[in-house]
């Protein structure tokens, strides 16, 4: 965090300094980070699980566990079918499993009395592609009307053998300090007093939280590490409550702004999921009963999807022709970065957008994603550099060594200059929910535009040729509502405008809502996207752009969403009877007299609802949720130990290894990595053998240094930044380099069966072996900072790394892979290919 | 109190900076903000193999510096493991000294005493002839041989003047550098290394040296371990106390060798030569 959240890192330091707070950092480096710490575990890349497993399993067999807060705020007394298997019973796989299919069908992971989803169609589900199904964030979908409290089951003294709380037990039981010790590599004394450290400081009256970064979700069961996270939190009563939580440190500075009004293709703005073409695609009847939850802030699916329609489409968008629902794309198979980066690398894509983004020396695989781009006709980067996708045909690694000519690629390149954040307004998410707007501070260079600019005269020129051809594949681009004013010399679009339009208004007379609880499903409302409603409640009031914190928390200080609420799920933070846990750790509270929830934040809940409040039978909406039930986003109002329905690699998190691996798995021999996880296995992304390929004996993992941004960029055109960390170099242990003769600053040569790259060789005691399963383990880091362009430049570490995809939200595995080192300089030209072709001859 | 206070160019203003390395994470912003602010270029795209500074020292081109250290275990947060190591970061600067050998030795009148207790180099007169250089004990201003003249740290005088304070203090995120008032400073800094040995880290020193010819530093820091490791020399002279009446001029070459010897004694290795070895040394 310190890395590559400095300013961020500020609020650890002060928890530190006035808190005496004790700080743990988990990381296979020791980095700037782990020299601010009390305590740093240095583990073996890629088990994290096991050390997080072996957390909760102290937890539970030493009843550290917050048992008021178990009880009432979890489903840990909910009984699970008895035809649910556990990857212990199985060896490594749960229930429902389809080896031919690779994939899970998720019903045995229903709760207890839970109908079945096809119920809701009255048959079985229309059956989709595998690529489809795997359309990650979509998780609505999933949650079908029975999860709630109504139909589950429950066993309150959690002694029931099928409920979660014994069945976390039971699956658990295996990851103890021994096996902690022999496979993260972490000694059970140093596990001991993280344990004990980490538990001491939760409880009523403490919290203790978490941070993470890609360091957990670049991996190939990502989602999982940090659902096992999640369940320490719950298990310690951490979530809802002050100080505690899980934040995730996002790599940009408005990546969640990203997500929330999405850039994904299987979420529309506020997390509503892209219709999955031939099961809930066929009418909009169809998708909302699909995506509608019985109870809870999901009940009203149907006003966020057609107020988002309305927004869209606007007067063309009538109860008549399902708002224009049919207009929207739908998921036709896997269109995540690298679903479309194969499909590129194989000649079925014709032109493509970068905005910002740099995959040439950021994505996976970068030697495929350079080279898929020479199959493309037409390709636009929009950046405030010459970035390395819009230079691949004359200035490529591939140019070098005589994969790519100038003369052969046929692809048009158009490279855009835009303007910087501080050239333009706008607003940016961080990983708070905050929203925070920013004034434009001065004119861009040149030509430069803001990426508004761009997409709104795209938009404008796309509108105004469909109108000249009224041909039906033109219909929706003619009822797309696009009538954003601009203003200016420049016709700059203003951003205050979209804003509005997100947070949403009244069709009839363009009033501004002051909420999502505002939004019907008649029409009546347009919103952009429901979760951020509310960041413009009346005119002149741009809440995201106020800058007037009144209180601890920061309120009158910018928008968090949703609803300015600072803290997720606070209604945790009372006790099921309203009243706070402690005075110390008081948030949000039942005000008897008042008939209200009341408090320092803004109640996360429904403001008159009495703790003692009991859904009636076949409560539906806001009504089925309990008094004490402060998860609403969840049908059942509860936090999820369990998850029964939303994850395709199985309901719990459990020990897989990485998809190259030194080792075996330490638990199951049927699996050894994530059987959900999508290799995308073929000739240009091979993959060494796994466990233990003897020709790249060691681990490999990459990283980000403080000095540098992601792909470069913004950092290595910068003569201030650039001269800071001003070469590519490699980090490796004194043990390993005089195990194989590595200098220090001289360079060594690193190679996987993807790619190869130099590295100057930083010989460091801040990466030591570990001793895991007898062995000795080798890890070697690196940036992934450099390439071809700019005042600095190296080979891209990225090549190195295969395209992976974890199953449910399709990321790579960047931080725990297989390589192999040897000093000297890499072959230089075609003579690279050779080298990397005779080695994996050798493997 | 030192009788230097008495001698020429004694600042009689109370601005200091408090540098705390025990907060500082190595962020190098400072650094950053500094040439940012002041506009001054990158010294080359050199892989030092210092850890994780390429930025070398303090010099013409880098008036802020963050030092990265690797050193061994220490007790106390930092990576107090028994097994880990530790890794040490020190933002050094000018110390706008009370009696700063730079203005002493500077013949043409360069350097000069500003508002604020700033030692100023100004650049339209600076005639570039270094005497400045080696009279520094610091090792802090130094002449940018392609320009021809010396140049450091200004205390961010332009900013003060206007209300604010130096760019390096307003960027640091972790208020690992404190601008304020000195003699605050100073118990603040004293309030701070007792609180830091009660917590177990018996390795902290306050570096303000008084009591030599230097007759007090405008840059206070906290450090652990040997201030010698930051660049903080533990007795440092102004060259101008060796000079004794009629013996001027030999006096003044014996007060250059000395603190030349000393300042190549204490420094990071110069820019140019540097040394490759383990970085976790
Ligand atoms: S530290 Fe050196 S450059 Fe700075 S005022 Fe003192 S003598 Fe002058
Ligand atoms: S800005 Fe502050 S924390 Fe960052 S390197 Fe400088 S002194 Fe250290």
């Not at chain 1, 590295?759 to 001793?771: D, F």
């Not at chain 1, 600095?792 to 199953?807: R, W």
């Not at chain 2, 003249?149 to 604010?164: E, H, I, N, P, Y």
């Not at chain 2, 880290?201 to 530093?217: K, N």
Request: glycine letters at 10%.
């Amino acid at each position: 965090m310190a890395e590559n959240h400095p300013v961020g890192f500020q609020w650890v330091i002060e928890a530190r300094e006035k808190n005496k707070a004790t700080v743990i950092h988990v990381d296979p480096r020791f980095t700037r980070t782990s020299a601010m710490a009390d305590i740093w575990v240095p583990l073996r890349c890629g088990s994290d699980i096991v050390f997080l497993g072996g957390l909760i399993h102290y937890v539970l067999e030493n009843e550290k566990y917050f048992r008021e807060y178990v009880v009432h705020y979890t489903n840990a007394p909910t009984l699970l079918r008895e035809d649910f298997r556990d990857t212990e019973d199985l060896d490594g796989f749960f229930s429902g499993w389809d080896a031919e299919k690779k994939l899970y069908d998720p019903t045995t992971w229903l709760y207890e009395g839970s109908p079945e989803k096809g119920a809701l169609f009255g048959g079985p589900l229309p059956k989709v592609e595998k690529d489809q199904q795997q359309a990650g964030h979509e998780k609505r979908g999933i949650v079908g009307p029975g999860q709630t409290a109504e139909t589950a089951k429950q066993d309150f003294t959690l002694r029931h053998p099928r409920c979660v709380f014994q069945v976390l037990k039971k699956h658990f039981a295996r990851y103890t300090p021994e096996m902690v010790e022999q496979c993260c590599g972490v000694p059970k004394e140093l596990f001991q007093k993280v344990a004990e450290a980490y538990c001491s400081a939760s409880g009523p009256d403490k919290t203790a939280a978490i941070c993470y970064a890609l360091g957990w979700t670049q991996h190939s069961k990502g989602v999982q590490i940090i659902r096992a996270a999640s369940i320490l939190q719950m298990l310690l009563g951490n979530m809802g409550r002050p100080g505690g939580g899980i934040m995730a440190l996002r790599g940009h500075a408005s990546i969640q702004g990203s997500t929330d009004v999405a850039t994904l293709y299987d979420i529309l703005p506020g997390y509503l999921p892209t219709p999955i073409f031939n099961r809930d695609a066929r009418s909009l009847k169809d998708y909302i009963t699909y995506n509608k939850a019985k109870t809870g802030v999901w009940s009203d699916f149907d006003k966020y999807i057609i107020s988002f329609l309305k927004a869209y489409y606007g007067d063309s968008a009538t109860a008549e022709n399902d708002f224009c629902f049919d207009y929207l794309p739908r998921v036709t198979g896997d269109h995540s970065h690298f679903g479309f980066w194969l499909d590129m690398a194989d000649g079925k894509v014709e032109g493509l957008f970068l905005m910002g983004q740099n995959p040439g020396v950021g994505g996976p695989n970068a030697r495929l994603e350079r080279k898929a781009l020479a199959k493309l006709k037409w390709l636009v980067v929009r950046d405030m550099v010459e970035v390395e996708p819009a230079s691949f045909w004359y200035k490529s690694p591939e140019v070098e060594r005589g994969e790519l000519s100038p003369e052969t690629v046929a692809t048009e390149v158009f490279l855009f200059p835009a303007s910087g954040v501080s050239e333009k307004a706008g607003t940016f998410t961080n990983t708070q929910r905050l929203l925070q707007f920013h004034e434009k501070g001065g004119d861009p260079p040149g030509d430069s535009t803001s990426d508004t600019w761009f997409m709104v005269h795209l938009g404008r020129r796309l509108k105004a040729k469909a109108a000249a051809d009224p041909r039906p594949r033109n219909a929706p681009l003619n009822a797309l509502k696009w009538d954003y004013s601009v203003a200016g010399k420049d016709a700059e679009p203003k951003v205050e405008e979209v804003l509005q339009e997100i947070n949403g208004w009244t069709t009839a007379d363009h009033r501004l809502i002051s909420g999502s609880s505002e939004l019907q499903a008649d029409g009546s409302t347009a919103c952009g996207t429901w979760i951020y409603s509310g960041c413009y409640p009346e005119p002149g009031r741009n809440r995201p752009n106020e800058r007037q914190s009144r209180d601890l928390y920061g309120h009158g200080w910018g928008f968090a969403w949703p609803s300015d609420r600072r803290i997720l799920y606070n209604r945790a933070s009372a006790r099921p009877d309203g009243k706070p846990w402690s005075e110390r750790k008081k948030l949000v509270w039942w005000d008897e007299q008042q008939r209200q929830w009341t408090g320092l934040d803004v109640p996360d809940f429904y403001r008159d609802k009495p703790p003692d409040y009991k859904p009636p039978e076949g409560a539906v909406g806001a009504a089925g949720i309990g008094g004490d039930q402060p998860f609403i986003l969840h049908p059942d109002g509860v936090a999820w130990l369990f998850v029964s329905a939303g994850l395709k690699d199985g309901p719990l998190p459990t020990h897989y290894e990485p998809l190259e691996s030194p080792l075996p798995n330490p638990l199951y021999k049927g699996s050894n990595s994530d059987p959900a996880a999508m290799k995308r296995e073929r000739p240009d992304n091979p993959y060494a053998r796994s466990p233990g390929d003897p020709s790249f004996p060691y681990v490999l993992s990459t990283y980000r240094l403080t000095e540098h941004h992601t792909a470069g960029g913004m950092s290595r055109t910068l003569s201030h930044l650039a001269e800071l960390q001003p070469e590519l170099f490699c980090e490796v242990s004194p043990e390993l380099a005089s195990e194989i003769g590595l200098k220090h600053g001289a360079f060594a040569t690193i190679t996987s069966p993807r790619g190869i790259v130099e590295a100057r060789v930083m010989v460091t005691n801040r990466l030591k072996p570990l001793s895991v399963e007898g062995r000795s383990i080798h890890q070697i880091g690196i940036p992934f900072h450099f390439g071809t362009n700019g005042l600095v430049t190296g080979d891209s570490a990225n090549d190195l790394l295969p395209i992976s995809e974890e199953p449910n939200v399709r990321i790579m595995e960047a931080k725990a892979l297989v390589c192999d080192i040897t000093p000297g300089r890499r072959p230089r030209g075609k003579a690279a290919l050779e080298f990397l072709a005779r080695k994996m001859e050798a493997a | 109190m030192s009788t230097a206070t008495n001698l020429q160019g004694h600042s009689g203003q109370t601005t200091a900076f408090l540098t705390d390395s025990t907060l500082c994470i190595g962020c190098k912003a400072c650094e950053v903000a500094c040439k940012e602010w002041n506009g001054v270029s990158a010294d080359g795209f050199d892989w030092s193999g210092f850890s994780y500074d390429n930025t070398g020292a303090v010099g013409h081109s880098t008036w802020r510096h963050v030092k990265f250290v690797e050193g061994n275990p220490q007790p106390g947060f930092g990576g107090n493991a028994g097994e880990a190591i530790s890794w040490e970061f020190s933002s050094d600067v000018c110390k706008h000294c009370e009696v700063a050998g730079c203005l002493e030795a500077c013949p043409t009148g360069a350097i000069t005493r500003m508002e604020f207790g700033a030692v100023y180099v100004q650049p339209d007169v600076c005639n570039g002839c270094s005497y400045c250089v080696v009279a520094c004990p610091f090792g802090v201003v130094q002449k940018n041989v392609e320009d021809g003249r010396a140049f450091k740290c200004t205390f961010c005088s332009d900013r003060q003047r206007v209300g604010l304070e130096p760019a390096c203090a307003k960027a640091c995120p972790t208020q690992s550098i404190k601008f304020g008032e000195i003699n605050q400073f100073r118990n603040e800094a004293q309030d701070r290394l007792q609180e830091l040995k009660a917590r177990g880290i018996e390795d902290a020193t306050v570096y303000d040296p008084q009591d030599t010819s230097v007759g007090g530093i405008h840059s206070i820091f906290l450090v652990r371990g040997d201030p010698r490791t930051y660049n903080l020399p533990p007795k440092p002279e102004v060259p101008t106390i060796y000079l004794k009446d009629g013996w001027r001029s030999a006096g003044i070459a014996a007060g250059m060798m000395v603190v030349a010897g000393l300042a190549a004694f204490l420094s990071t290795p110069a820019k140019n030569g540097k040394r490759l070895e383990g970085a976790g040394r």
